[in-house]
């Protein structure tokens, strides 16, 4: 079955390190996209990548980092200039263009210890 | 940017009851979607409405553009109803959806 893999479920991070959060797509989408959510809060947009190669920042992006080697797959780095990490991590995926839905992983939920 | 407003923010409502979800934007959108989180994280898309009705079993969507809101009505409800709601628009020179903070459904039984 076609769909989106985030990994892992549950990550730890120190005070320091920096992590990196999996996303992969099989639905042959070119679009893919990072989202942070907070308790009680909406989704806000970290980066978004429209085709291979290419990415632009959202509205939260400072302290993170993104590639896109291949179109399946969009890794989000967490890194130690993120003050405030802990959170829930979304990952999502569509086809290019306005006219399409979002198809969304499970998330990762980082906290830091 | 672009603002979403989703009201009510909280709901609780007895199984088998209905309800209807409301969704407010400040600009004209080229894309519209409702997602259902459950109470594990994962959002499951219910609707691409930018305009019009759609249906789909007991859940429907309403989306007036010219007037700037959506309707997303939930009837017979059922405790698997129960989650948090989204509303999210993707607005003229936005890249990425913009989300509303959501309403917060409980069903119970």
């Known amino acids: 079955d076609g769909g989106i893999t985030q990994s892992p479920k549950y990550l730890f991070r120190k005070e320091g390190q920096n992590v990196t959060l999996s996303c992969e797509q099989n639905?042959?989408?070119?679009?893919m996209y990072w989202y942070r959510q907070d308790p009680g809060q909406g989704l806000r947009l970290i980066y978004y990548?429209?085709?291979?190669?290419?990415?632009q920042k959202g509205d939260i992006a400072e302290g993170y980092s993104v590639s896109r080697e291949k179109k399946e797959s969009f890794p989000l780095t967490v890194t130690s200039a993120q003050k405030n990490p802990t959170a829930f991590y979304l990952c999502?995926?569509?086809?290019?263009?306005?006219?399409?839905?979002?198809?969304f992983g499970s998330g990762t939920r980082l906290t830091v210890v | 940017g672009i603002q979403v407003e989703q009201s009510p923010p909280d709901l609780i409502l007895q199984e088998g009851a209905n309800s209807t979800l409301r969704c407010n934007f400040s600009d004209s959108v080229n894309n519209l979607q409702w997602f259902h989180q459950n109470p594990w994280g994962q959002l499951i898309n219910l609707f691409y409405?930018?305009?019009g009705t759609k249906q789909n079993g007991r859940l429907s969507a309403t989306t007036v553009a010219t007037e700037r809101y959506s309707l997303l009505y939930i009837s017979s409800s059922q405790t698997t109803d129960s989650g948090v709601y989204f509303c999210a628009v993707l607005g003229g020179g936005a890249d990425g959806l913009t989300f509303g903070k959501g309403t917060h459904l409980i069903i119970q039984p």
């Open positions: 639905l042959n989408h070119d679009a």
């Open positions: 409405i930018p305009s």
């Open positions: 990548s429209q085709i291979v190669n290419d990415f």
């Open positions: 999502a995926s569509s086809f290019q263009g306005f006219n399409y839905g979002y198809t």
